[in-house]
């Protein structure tokens, strides 16, 4: 990891990091400076031999039992004006959860 200084994301002067994982993709990870959030992600990778950016912003934070938790990402290529947008309704930590949901199922018989 490596910081590279601060950075304007969308009129916030946000702390850029590069962080290159073992696979070679380098992200580009954006920190609020207030709270150092990700506020932005860019990953740049190989895909099917070609180089691919997406990326990735997270915002609407909401502080559950003490974590921070992004209630709306979106993600695409780059510069798309079309990407996907994910608005999280309603989060909850640290609930019970049954055993039985990580269990493998049973195969079926011949």
Known sequence: ?????????EGTL?????VVRKNGDISYVYLDPDYFLEI???TQRLEQG??????TDLGD?????GVFFPF???AGPKGAQDKQKIIIE????????????????????K
């Open 50 to 55: 070609a180089q691919v950016e997406v990326e």
């Open 90 to 109: 309603k989060a909850e930590a640290n609930t019970s959860v049954d055993d039985g949901v990580f269990k493998f199922p049973t195969a079926p018989s």
């Open 14 to 18: 946000a702390h850029k990091l590069k």
């Open 1 to 9: 990891m490596e910081y590279l200084g601060p950075e304007d994301v």
């Open 72 to 74: 709306s990402i979106e």
């Open 61 to 65: 934070y909401e502080k559950i039992d």
């Open 40 to 42: 932005r992600i860019v």
